[in-house]
């Protein structure tokens, strides 16, 4: 019932700065957790961010913290991930992501209910 869109990837300079944003219809949106996955060539789907129903609770992964922010407009019924100081290895298909919060587990995509197609960041030196 939680259809999702992810905008915004493209090419960028590492050290530069990309907005992505996931807008989702159908129902219920603010009764999930929202998050962004991201999956390189060759690896596993692997967590960046969550953010919790009201927007008042966010988790990252190690690997962004600091550098990503993860936001979310109920209202518009979309979630953004800024990032920041972009780094090569930051290169991956970045995917929304939609949860309900008691169940999923941070960083296992299978406990996630719905997902976007997914859009390409690539970050060159």
């Known amino acids: 019932q939680v259809q999702l869109v992810e905008s915004g990837g493209g090419w960028v300079q590492a050290g530069g700065s990309l907005r992505l944003s996931c807008a989702a219809s159908g129902r219920t949106f603010s009764n999930y957790a929202m998050g962004w996955f991201r999956q390189a060539p060759g690896k596993e789907r692997e967590f960046v961010a969550l953010?919790?129903?009201?927007?008042?609770?966010?988790n990252y992964a190690d690997s962004v913290k600091g550098r990503f922010t993860i936001s979310r407009d109920n209202a518009k019924n979309t979630v953004y991930l800024q990032m920041n100081s972009l780094k090569p290895e930051d290169t991956a298909v970045y995917y929304c992501?939609?949860?309900?919060?008691?169940?999923?587990?941070?960083?296992?995509?299978?406990?996630?209910?719905?997902w976007g197609q997914g859009t390409q960041v690539t970050v060159s030196s």
């Open positions: 953010i919790n129903r009201n927007g008042a609770i966010t």
């Open positions: 992501t939609a949860g309900r919060w008691g169940l999923v587990v941070l960083t296992r995509p299978s406990t996630y209910d719905y």
